[in-house]
Nanobody, 125 residues
């Protein structure tokens, strides 16, 4: 069983930045597809950004140009760098991992095997 542990959430003013981290216990971390999702109060969980096992990055339009994802295989950690934060980015952010080397499945549609516990991000206006 792989464990994912997120950290780095907090309160930030609009226009500010945060970097979330997600540490994995998996031994083959470098081959996982990794993603970040978020869930705002009263809303469904939504895909934010992901990086496939082959390095392809996909993101939702609302974070284009503001959020980036990076994998550090040496630390078994995936990062979500969030810049120019907006109040509508307020949510609980979850990282997810999938061990299968899928081809042709959009990252947002993958049935991720493992999920972290989530970290709260609050952006004040």
């Amino acid at each position: 069983q792989v464990q994912l542990v997120e950290s780095g959430g907090g309160l930030v003013q609009a226009g500010g930045s945060l970097r979330l981290s997600c540490a994995s216990s998996g031994r083959t971390f470098s081959t996982y597809t990794l993603a970040w999702f978020r869930q705002a109060p009263g809303k469904e969980r939504e895909f934010v950004i992901g990086i496939s096992w082959s390095g392809t990055v996909s993101y939702t339009d609302s974070v284009k140009g503001r959020f980036t994802i990076a994998r550090d295989t040496g630390k078994n950690t995936v990062y979500l760098q969030m810049n120019s934060l907006k109040p509508e980015d307020t949510a609980v952010y979850y990282c997810a991992a999938d061990p299968a080397r899928r081809i042709g499945t959009p990252l947002r549609d993958i049935p991720y095997n493992w999920w972290g516990q989530g970290t709260q991000v609050t952006v004040s206006s």
